[in-house]
């Protein structure tokens, strides 16, 4: 039997979040690729086991590693964030196609909800949820400013966030309200894990001080931030209730 290459969400880098799918994965391989930083997180986990940073490597120098790896046992990459979006193991999965397995978990975006108790659409408060983020849509050439993609009836999630707030202010009072809610957490379910809740009016004042978020630096911001009314928002009964009424019964009767 061939050896297999997986590509596990490890989300955050917290390893009681990693899925029993991805943790047996993770326990027969042989060899670890993975962010410096969950060294730390998953250190009883990775014991005795060969260990990489991807980000070491050039992409051919890198495949030519694993495919030397795989002779002897499965390969893993701890996937840092999402691989849903801004991941950049894509090139990877596509090299390898059907020899490797993706193993979803439990994202930053999900861990974040789950940090804030917060579902990010909620009816009559936000229709859609717009996932972003201000490094990519300046890098490409189909450049934008950020107040193009977003609503007012909309939660916006920015990943990777390079704007100082003053600018990230500017953009984002272009369709929302000045007094609109912003959570910013920063190493989401790691230690040294923050949330600041503020306004879009106070943002700078908020973020523009803090080193951890490394405005101005090479280094993206390492934090999500989410906008939208939906920060302060509770769920209303009534929809419980109507969809009990309207759905669920027709539903379960048919």
């Not at 936000?126 to 977003?150: H, V």
Request: one cysteine or more; charged letters at 25%; glycine letters at 6%.
């Amino acid at each position: 039997m061939s050896n297999t290459l997986y590509f596990i969400g490890a989300g955050p880098g917290a390893a009681d979040l990693i899925t029993l799918r991805g943790l047996n994965a993770l326990k027969r391989a042989n060899a670890v690729f993975l962010h410096d930083s969950f060294h730390t997180s998953f250190a009883e986990l990775i014991k005795g086991k060969e260990l990489y940073s991807p980000f070491d490597y050039l992409f051919d120098d890198i495949t030519k590693l694993i495919d030397d790896l795989l002779k002897k046992g499965d390969v893993v990459f701890l996937v840092p964030g999402d691989f849903t979006v801004f991941s950049p193991f894509q090139a990877f999965v596509s090299h390898y196609n059907d020899a490797c397995e993706v193993i979803p978990g439990v994202g930053v975006l999900n861990a974040a909800s789950s940090l804030l108790k917060k579902t990010l659409d909620l009816p009559r408060i936000s229709s859609s949820i717009i996932i972003t983020s201000p490094r990519s849509i300046s890098k490409t050439e189909f450049t934008r400013e950020l107040g193009q993609l977003i609503r007012k009836d909309s939660t916006l999630v920015l990943f990777m966030n390079n704007m100082p707030g003053a600018k990230l202010k500017e953009e984002l009072i272009k369709e929302y309200p000045p007094e609109t809610p912003v959570a910013v957490i920063h190493k989401i379910a790691m230690p040294g894990e923050k949330v600041i809740k503020t306004t879009i009016d106070r943002l700078p004042d908020d973020i523009d001080d803090a080193e951890y978020f490394n405005i101005g630096r090479v280094e993206p911001c390492m934090s999500l931030i989410v906008v939208g009314d939906v920060i302060d928002a509770t769920g209303s009964p009534e929809f419980w209730d109507f969809r009990k009424k309207n759905i669920w019964d027709k539903r379960y009767r048919s």
